[in-house]
């Protein structure tokens, strides 16, 4: 079994128009910005993907990654926590605009809703966001003395995220807090290409530091020495 | 009000109820000041949502390492016995009653504990983050803000007509004038400024503020930066 494929570019080819894709990553910490960029590059030559919904903590930062797709016109629709990074003019002008949607997720409910379409739980119930604006129209029931609102499970077609270390059947390892959504987003998705920064042979991992588990990857693409998407924000670079 | 609390001092008092060997979140911007005057001798975990327990100290300017950040995608170190995780398990520590204590600032608490402190209206983009998650699980959820809003009006309410972040969440607010916990009576007032007098902080909250014996001093160190 080999699951390796020879570039991003390679990588990202099967993901059509109206794709719902999880994006690995908070903020720049553990995004696959070179999948990302991959993606936009296909759209820009070809068109496509378009009309996408993009599920992510935030709603991209800067001129890159997320916020670079954005802007391109890619993205029909956010799925995320917390749109509001220090520079999300992409996001705001086209949410502003009413040209882009938004489905706002407390984050904790975002990462559990991923967590259980990974483990094939439709729904579960949640103290949070119980009594908000955000819990309308949703069922709630008393546990205990205690009310809790009912959730669904979020899946998606695709995920696109980051590793440090990789091999060919798929296991990763993820480099500090870079870890994040990445293994729930890879347990929750139809298709999951993972990028990672060093891509071995079986083995080349210790059993006992395998983080997800190949089973819940498709393909894996070595970006050696990737790029920071904090450090390019700060760079003001834009794509 | 000419006599208050400055954000430094009410964090200050913030700080002073961490207990020894506790894990605590603080919310990004004002609470994270709360970490700095955590008395010596307390071993204080601190949790951030993105997936580490134990972190410490911004790094030197040029020395940071965007991959190891806070929920406010502020660059940190880590302590020794740091860990990562992924973000459910994150939010399980949250939700799961793992966490001691989390902190948050707020536009509004109401008497019965609801807090209000994502949003102030319709307009704009909306963004919750956290919020509606850490005001759940965790031991003590308490809040630091100033007493009242820019205009002078009450922060303190009766019913917070603000959206809501949680029902009935709140357990002590940690005001620039006064430290007030949320019970089933509604707000007891437990410290206040010395030389603020009882009508004087009545008339700036806008619910009652019950007493249960002494109501003690509120004394902060004078100079905090």
Not at chain 1, 150 to 165: C, N, S, V
Not at chain 1, 209 to 214: A, D, R
Not at chain 2, 54 to 65: I, L
Not at chain 2, 97 to 114: C, E, I
């Amino acid at each position: 079994m080999d699951k390796t494929v020879p570039s991003v570019a390679n990588a990202v080819t099967q993901i059509p128009d109206g794709a719902t894709i999880m994006i690995g990553g908070f903020g720049g910490s553990g995004a696959p910005v070179e999948l990302i960029h991959a993606l936009i590059d296909r759209y820009r030559t070809t068109g496509s993907p378009s009309g996408l919904t993009v599920i992510n903590n935030n709603a991209g930062n800067g001129g890159i990654g997320i916020a670079a797709m954005i802007k391109a016109g890619m993205v029909a629709k956010m799925i995320c926590s917390f749109p509001r990074s220090s520079n999300a003019e992409a996001f705001n002008e086209k949410y502003l605009a009413g040209e882009i949607a938004l489905e706002l997720v407390p984050q904790g409910t975002l990462a559990e809703r991923i967590r259980a379409a990974g483990a094939g739980i439709p729904a579960f119930y949640t103290p949070s966001s119980y009594g908000t604006e955000l819990a309308e129209g949703k069922p709630t029931e008393e546990f205990d003395g205690k009310m809790y609102v009912r959730e669904r499970w979020l899946k998606a077609d695709f995920a696109l995220i980051k590793g440090q270390m990789g091999d060919t059947v798929g296991n990763l390892t993820y480099r500090m807090a870079g870890r994040n959504f990445n293994p729930l987003m890879a347990m929750a998705a139809d298709v999951t290409i993972a990028q990672v920064s060093e891509l071995g042979r079986p083995g080349c991992i210790d059993p006992q530091q395998v983080i997800t588990p190949g089973i819940f990857v498709d393909a894996v693409v070595e970006v050696a020495d990737p790029q920071q998407e904090e450090v390019l924000v700060r760079a003001g670079v834009v794509h | 009000m000419k006599n208050k609390l400055s954000n430094a001092q009410i964090a200050w008092r913030a700080a002073q109820d961490i207990e020894d060997g506790s894990y605590v979140n603080l919310g990004i911007g004002f609470p994270e000041m709360i970490a700095k005057f955590q008395p010596e001798g307390r071993d204080v975990t601190y949790h951030t949502e993105n997936g580490v327990l134990g972190f410490g100290k911004a790094p030197a300017e040029g020395e940071e390492d965007w991959d190891l950040i806070n929920a406010g995608k502020k660059a940190v170190t880590l302590n020794p016995g740091a860990a990562f995780f992924h973000h459910a398990d994150s939010f399980a520590m949250v939700r799961g009653g793992h966490l001691d204590l989390a902190v948050l600032g707020a536009y509004q608490v109401a008497q019965n504990g609801d807090l209000a402190n994502w949003r102030v209206g319709s307009k704009g983009v909306p963004a919750v983050g956290g919020a509606m998650d850490l005001v759940h699980g965790a031991r003590r959820v308490a809040v630091v803000t100033d007493h009242v809003t820019k205009d002078g009006g009450p922060k303190l309410v009766e019913t917070c007509t603000f959206p809501l972040t949680g029902v009935g969440c709140v357990t002590r607010v940690y005001t620039s004038l006064a430290v007030i916990d949320v019970t089933d009576r509604g707000f007891v007032l437990r410290e206040k400024l010395p030389r603020l007098d009882m009508e004087a902080l009545q008339s700036v909250t806008g619910a009652t503020l019950h007493t249960e014996g002494q109501v003690a001093d509120l004394n902060v160190p004078k100079d905090l930066e």
